[in-house]
Nanobody
Framework: QVQLVESGGGLVQPGGSLRLSCAAS????????MGWYRQAPGKQRELVATVIIKGGTTNYADSVKGRFTISRDNAKTTMYLQMNSLKPEDTGVYYC??????????WGQGSQVTVSS
């Protein structure tokens, strides 16, 4: 089983930036795509951004377009989410996920992001 480990969350003021990392045991090339999801208190988990591993095609939720950037570094077995111009509504637990070529999905344990003054 693939292990995904997130890091980089924390507390930041509105307008600030954070970068989340997701390290995959055994590398990220085993996935067709990877993505970031988030869950705010009392809300359902929602898609934030995805990237296709081989082609690099990205997709973003409308709420984060122009502010967040998803990327992957095949050599370092890591995926990233650069978050700029953070807003209080970006607060939540951010989960890293990998989708395999045969439909299986792996999840990380989650990393808390809090945007507050």
């Amino acid at each position: 089983q693939v292990q995904l480990v997130e890091s980089g969350g924390g507390l930041v003021q509105p307008g600030g930036s954070l970068r989340l990392s997701c390290a995959a045991s055994g590398g990220i090339n085993r996935f067709y795509s990877m993505g970031w999801y988030r869950q705010a208190p009392g809300k359902q988990r929602e898609l934030v951004a995805t990237v296709i591993i081989k082609g690099g095609t990205t997709n973003y939720a409308d709420s984060v377009k122009g502010r967040f950037t998803i990327s992957r570094d095949n050599a370092k077995t890591t995926m990233y989410l650069q978050m700029n111009s953070l807003k209080p509504e970006d607060t939540g637990v951010y989960y890293c996920s990998g989708l395999g070529y045969y439909g299986s999905r792996d999840w990380g344990q989650g990393s808390q992001v809090t945007v507050s003054s």
